[in-house]
């Protein structure tokens, strides 16, 4: 199945929150709903949800402490939608680890704009990280999983390809012992 990724919506307020999840899923996102901080960080930290919109006024906490709470475990990218819109607001919003803030009244135009950059943002920075993991470097070795190349001192190593298949599987088993048996099962 395929898994797709979430936004959860954290509005107490019905008719705000019946507008963004409408937006939401006429643009095909699919989203979590919270009415409260609590369930808010449960929603979080339960379905790793990839975009958060918080609302800062919630019954039972700020929204700035859920965002706090949030950073100490995760970097998910967090839009506030508030209608606090005083410049100390966003300060203290923008400070405490949100990535963006929406002043209400909002265009749905505009939270779908937002909603674009952020997800660009976190694409990119997926992907930046993914070409990291792709390389392995450790002291003078280096080996390129996406090339399938090894480099000694940056001169390529010409491998066969079970030496190629035993290296990687050494280099990701790094400071392990590895078995006889385990490597003949792994190859
Ligand atoms: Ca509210």
Same mark, same amino acid.
């Given at each position: ?10 509005? $107490?307020?019905?008719? +705000?929150? %019946? ?16 009415? %409260? ?14 975009? *958060? @919109? ?5 019954? =039972?906490? $700020?929204? +700035?402490?859920?965002?706090?709470? !949030? ?8 839009? +506030? !939608?508030?209608?606090?819109?005083? $410049? ?11 990535? =963006? ?6 265009? *749905? ?5 937002? @909603?674009? +950059? ?14 990291? /993991? /792709? !390389? ?13 190349? *090894? ?7 010409? @491998? ?13 088993? #790094?400071?392990? #012992? ?10």
């Amino acid at each position: 199945m395929k898994n797709k990724p979430t936004k959860l919506i954290v509005e $107490d307020d019905r008719a +705000v929150r %019946n507008l963004i999840s409408t937006t939401l899923s006429t643009h095909d996102y699919k989203y979590l709903l919270a009415q %409260n901080g609590a369930s808010a960080l449960l929603e979080a930290s339960s379905h790793n949800p990839d975009i *958060v @919109l918080l609302d800062l006024g919630l019954p =039972d906490m $700020d929204g +700035v402490d859920i965002i706090r709470k !949030i950073r100490s475990w995760s970097n998910m990218p967090i839009i +506030v !939608i508030s209608a606090r819109s005083e $410049d100390s607001d966003k300060i203290e919003a923008l400070d405490a680890g949100a990535d =963006d803030y929406l002043t209400k009244p909002f265009s *749905v135009e505009e939270l779908l704009a937002r @909603l674009r +950059v952020t997800l660009r943002r976190l694409n990119y920075i997926r992907g930046l990280s993914d070409k990291e /993991s /792709s !390389i392995f470097i450790n002291g003078d070795l280096k080996i390129d999983y996406n090339l399938g190349c *090894v480099y000694l001192n940056n001169d390529e190593l010409h @491998l066969t390809p079970i030496e190629y298949k035993l290296l990687c599987l050494l280099a990701k088993n #790094v400071g392990k #012992v590895l078995t006889h048996t385990y490597i003949i099962h792994e190859r």
